[in-house]
């Protein structure tokens, strides 16, 4: 039901974009400040020899023509916006077209800039304090606030104005484990508490730093950089995860990662069930100018996912990234066709997938135990993204999965814009949680 709603939003919020698109009265202005030219379009796709035939794949350009965006040559290659940015283009172009009028009545006349010139920084309304970006650590502890806050409060209330007995470290230990850290970290947290403090008084800063301490003890080994090995081109990455854990947007944020390292980069709309799926992730293609690949609503996702290798490769491709549909790690028949996808992608590589990211959503607390179980199991899971860790006050749940599992995590993601996902340092996790200040 709540990702019914949030389809039925997100697709709302498309068709707001696509209506802003036509509202647009300065596209040339506006492209000069956000628009970027689409440089790679994906090559037309060999004859596939599984599943359909590939004249179903759209590249970029046929799935821009059959959007509800009028297919202009601008509206093909202008970049799209989110509706936030929407509303800074909105004051950009008033102040700008401002500034234009001033300059013209007072400055001598100038050559015009053509309208593929780069432009300079955008411009800012007069007044207009510039914005302030926020550091990955502010980003970090605002993001786990929830979970620090509410583990804060519980450490206050049960350690003012009381002696260290039996009674205090087992509310200290439920405290933990309601926290989601998992069993095993709480009675070892609840030792380290325990270690010489008897009948003594115990300030709530000592157990913070014993909690931090023993979080990123449990953490360290598995905070692992995704690794992308060049031996491998394309460096194919699956995505998988339970339905609305964060894989497009997680993929989003990625490809602005790899943008920023100069790779070159194809997106796969593997998600095939869903129309507003594809149209999520092409989104994400024309904000990167990053090609994206993609079968009608209802198409085969393990042959895109041939097709998908063998265009990357004649491209000359870098990084191919593979969304999939959500799935619930219970349905046996939804986990069959990512198995599917699977085999397909070793026929043309026996190394593909190189990495399968699981995305998990720390909202869901400990049923992301029996998800990074099942898809571990299913699709060979080589590491962990976990999103949302704003959203929750249940981000000790990290601690458990890490503890249990062992697999790499690689980055975490606090919001919903491409600043949000970094990758996973252990440290400052565990001071973040622990409501440690720096
Ligand atoms: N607060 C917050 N929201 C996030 C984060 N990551 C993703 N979201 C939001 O979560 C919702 C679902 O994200 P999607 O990326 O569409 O999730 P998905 O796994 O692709 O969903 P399906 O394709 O439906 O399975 C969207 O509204 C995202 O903006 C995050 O780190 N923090
Ligand atoms: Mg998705």
Do not use: C
């Not at 039901?1 to 068709?15: G, V």
């Not at 730093?209 to 491998?232: C, F, G, M, N, S």
């Not at 070159?264 to 992730?281: C, M, P, S």
Request: hydrophobic content about 40%; charged content about 25%; glycine content about 8%.
């Amino acid at each position: 039901m709540k990702n019914d709603q949030e389809q039925d939003q997100k697709q709302d919020e498309f068709a707001e974009d696509a209506k802003a698109q036509e509202d647009k009265r300065r596209p040339s202005l506006f492209k000069r400040l956000f628009g970027r030219k689409a440089e790679a379009p994906v090559p037309e796709s060999p004859d596939s020899e599984i599943g359909s035939p590939s004249s179903e794949i759209a590249p970029i350009s046929e799935v821009a023509a059959t959007s509800e965006v009028p297919a202009t040559p601008e509206t093909e290659t202008t970049v799209e916006i989110a509706s936030t940015a929407e509303a800074l283009a909105t004051a950009a172009i008033e102040a700008t077209a401002k500034i234009e009028e001033a300059a013209a009545s007072s400055a001598p006349p100038s050559t015009p800039a053509t309208p593929e010139a780069p432009s300079a920084a955008p411009v800012e309304a007069p007044g207009t304090p510039p914005p302030v970006k926020k550091s990955w650590w502010t980003r970090l502890t605002q993001g786990l606030s929830r979970s620090s806050h509410s583990i804060g409060s519980s450490l206050v209330e049960i350690f003012t104005k009381r002696k260290l007995d039996g009674a205090t470290l087992d509310d200290l230990e439920d405290m933990l484990i309601r926290a989601d850290l998992g069993v095993a970290a709480a009675l070892r947290i609840r030792d380290e508490v325990a270690k010489g403090r008897h009948d003594k008084d115990v300030d709530v800063e000592t157990v913070k730093t014993i909690l931090a301490t023993e979080v990123e003890r449990v953490l360290a080994p598995v905070a692992k950089p995704l690794d992308i090995d060049a031996a491998h081109k394309p460096f194919v990455i699956l995505v998988v995860g339970v339905n609305g854990s964060g894989k497009t947007t997680t993929i989003g944020k990625l490809a602005a990662k790899f943008n920023r390292d100069g790779k070159k980069l194809l997106l796969v709309a593997g998600d095939t069930f869903r129309a507003a799926a594809i149209e999520q992730l092409r989104i994400w293609g024309e904000k990167l100018n990053a090609p994206v690949i993609s079968r009608e609503a209802g198409g085969d996702a393990a042959g895109l996912a041939f097709d998908a290798i063998k265009a990357a490769r004649e491209n000359g491709t870098d990084v191919l990234i593979m969304d999939t549909a959500g799935r619930l790690q219970n349905k046996t028949e939804l986990m069959a066709e990512l198995e599917k996808i699977i085999r397909v992608m070793k026929k043309l590589d026996p190394e593909a997938p190189h990495a399968v990211l699981l995305v998990l959503d720390a909202t869901v607390g400990q049923n992301a135990m029996s998800q990074v179980e099942i898809f571990g199991r299913v699709a060979g899971v080589t590491g962990l993204v976990m999103t949302k860790l704003d959203g929750t006050a249940r981000g000790g749940i990290l601690v458990a999965v890490a503890e249990k599992y062992k697999l790499p995590i690689h980055f975490i993601g606090v919001g919903e814009t491409a600043d949000d996902l970094q990758p996973f340092a252990a440290g400052d996790f565990a001071r973040a949680i622990a409501g440690i200040d720096t």
